[in-house]
Structures are given as structure tokens and as C-alpha cells.
């Protein structure tokens, strides 16, 4: 089957050869664990129960998790056994199932939670990178409750350049807005805790704060501002990136992200702020060669 899940629709057959996402066509996870550092609604008090899956319809030069996203580390394992990881997260007491970069594996993951419908009982989260497509949106429809999507550029050289996709604005607020249509107003239960609806989060980057304030200003005008969650982030990290341009060897400076919250503020945004002090790779999960399992 030739594969269109992403944007990208590059229309390679997986069980041949590696498409723009760089998956195979079997399932790969590199970790499943309990994380304590997703915005407050998201892990709570008992954490969110990722599931961290191998490839990445996304090539960003600064990425993370690289180890996972371009050299696809991790082990294969049956659709059953995501069923079994899912309910496993479940039993150890986290608030929800949180799946990040889940786009090249969307049909074997619905058919994973179609199979636990009945005894999953926390919300499951769709933790992308915002370039996707409507059409494999629809497929999660009644599986996913919280998205969680970022929303990273309106340049389309800066897609290009940091990220290999020029089209990412105009497809991630499609997608976006897609989202949102789809689950409508933000819901929390009586801890806060997020049930229902879209969070959509966006990293400033070194030298682009007009790049983000852009980006704020196309998703006030895409969805209204109160009825999702924003979770600003002044993370970025340099040591994650070994390229030769100068902006991305530094940190944020306190002047971007203040310039870039106070626009959030402006527009109407509520969610997350962050300080400086998380640019560091402290908070970045560690993956291994092999299939990490940490409830």
C-alpha cells in the first residue's frame, strides 16, 4: 500500500522502501513510560503515560529526540501488544495515554485502540507536530480526545529550511482547525486536568519571534483563543543541534519569549508560560537501542 497518512503524501511503499517519515511499515516504539513534564494538564499529579514512536513525518534540524525521529531506534511489535501497552499505562495510574509523533502510524494505532474501546477509560492524546492531514485525522475520529499538536512556523523558508516541509503553515492550520472542529471547546475535570479538546503548543526559536508572533496571530483567526490551550515554550535547546547556523547555537534571549507572550496575552491566550530555566536537556526522555518500559 502506498502511503499518504502526512502531507508529505509521498506515496512509498513501506514494506519496500522508508518515505519522508523514514518508518517502516511495521510498528516501532522506542519507550513507554510515566512523563511528569507535559504541560500541567496534561501530566498532573501521576504523569502522562507516553507511548514514543519511531519516525517522524517532520526532519527539524533541532530536534530532541533524534535518536527516534531520523534514527529510528526502537523495537517492531504486534498491534495487540500496543492494546496491552495501552491498558498497562492505564493500570499504573497515569492520567492519560499520550502518543507522540503518531502520524506514520495512524491505521495501526486505531486498530490498537479500536480493540480496548471498551476497558480504556483516561483520555488518549495525539502529541504531533501539526503537519497532517485531515483525512487521516478522520480516521482517530471517537479514538482521540485530547490533540496536541504544535504549531511551529508561518515562514515557509523557515519550514523549508528547519524542518523539510515548505507547506507546514498552511497544512497545520488545516489541521488545526480540523481539530478543533472536530472537539470543540477545551474540557477539564474538577483537578484541572485537561479531557477534551486541543492544546496546541509552539517553541520560539532564536531570531524568530516575529516568525511567532505571526503564528499566534494566524491561530487566533483559526480558532477562538479561549477555547483552547496554548503552551508557549522558551525550551529550545542548542546542544540538540550541530549545525552551522549561528541563531540556533543560542539560546532564546528573555527579550524573544517576553516580546512573543505578550502578543499571546493580547490575543486572548490562556495555558502555559515558560521559564528560560527549562532550555536544558534535563527534561528530554533517554532512548535506548531497544524497546524502553518504564510504568
Given amino acids: 500500500m502506498n502511503c499518504e497518512l502526512c502531507p508529505h503524501r509521498c506515496g512509498v511503499d513501506r514494506r519496500q522502501a522508508r518515505g519522508a ?28 503515560g507516553t507511548v514514543f514512536f519511531s519516525g517522524c513525518v517532520l526532519s527539524c534540524v533541532f530536534c530532541q529526540n533524534k535518536p527516534i525521529s531520523r534514527d529510528l531506534i526502537g523495537e517492531d511489535i504486534s498491534v495487540r501488544r500496543l492494546s496491552e501497552l495501552f491498558l498497562e499505562l ?15 502510524y495512524t491505521d495501526k494505532i486505531c486498530e490498537a485502540l479500536a480493540a480496548v474501546r471498551g476497558e480504556l477509560h483516561i483520555p488518549v492524546v495525539w502529541n504531533s507536530g501539526g503537519y ?44 488545526i482547525a480540523f481539530m478543533y472542529g472536530m472537539l470543540g471547546r477545551a474540557e477539564f475535570d474538577e483537578g484541572g486536568l485537561m479531557r477534551r479538546g486541543v492544546l496546541v503548543r509552539h517553541l520560539v526559536l532564536p531570531d524568530c519571534r516575529r516568525d511567532s508572533e505571526a503564528v499566534l496571530r494566524r491561530l487566533a483567526a483559526i480558532v477562538p483563543p479561549a477555547d483552547i490551550v496554548l503552551g508557549l515554550m522558551s525550551q529550545y535547546t542548542p546542544s540538540f543541534y550541530s549545525g552551522e547556523e549561528k541563531n540556533l547555537r543560542r539560546r532564546v534571549t528573555t527579550f ?17 508560560m515558560q521559564s528560560p530555566m527549562s532550555a536544558t536537556a534535563e527534561f528530554t526522555p533517554e532512548f535506548t537501542g531497544k524497546l524502553k518500559i518504564e510504568l
Avoid at 27 to 47: D, F, K, M, N, Q
Avoid at 90 to 104: E, K, R
Avoid at 135 to 159: A, C, H, N, Q, W
Fill in 256 to 272: 524573544e519569549y517576553e516580546s512573543v507572550r505578550k502578543v499571546a496575552l493580547e490575543l486572548g491566550f490562556e495555558g502555559y
Fill in 90 to 104: 492505564q493500570s499504573a495510574g497515569v492520567h492519560n495515554i499520550n502518543l507522540v509523533t503518531p502520524t506514520q
Fill in 21 to 48: 517519515c523514514g518508518a517502516p511499515d511495521t510498528l516501532r516504539v522506542s519507550r513507554v513510560s510515566r512523563h511528569a513534564y507535559e504541560e500541567p494538564c496534561i501530566s498532573g499529579t501521576r504523569g502522562s
Fill in 132 to 175: 497532517e492531514r485531515p483525512e487521516t485525522l478522520e480516521r482517530v475520529r471517537g479514538l482521540v480526545d485530547i490533540y496536541m499538536p504544535d504549531f511551529k512556523y508561518i515562514s515557509s523558508e523557515l519550514s523549508l529550511r528547519y524542518s523539510g516541509a515548505e507547506d507546514y503553515a498552511e497544512r497545520t492550520a488545516e489541521a
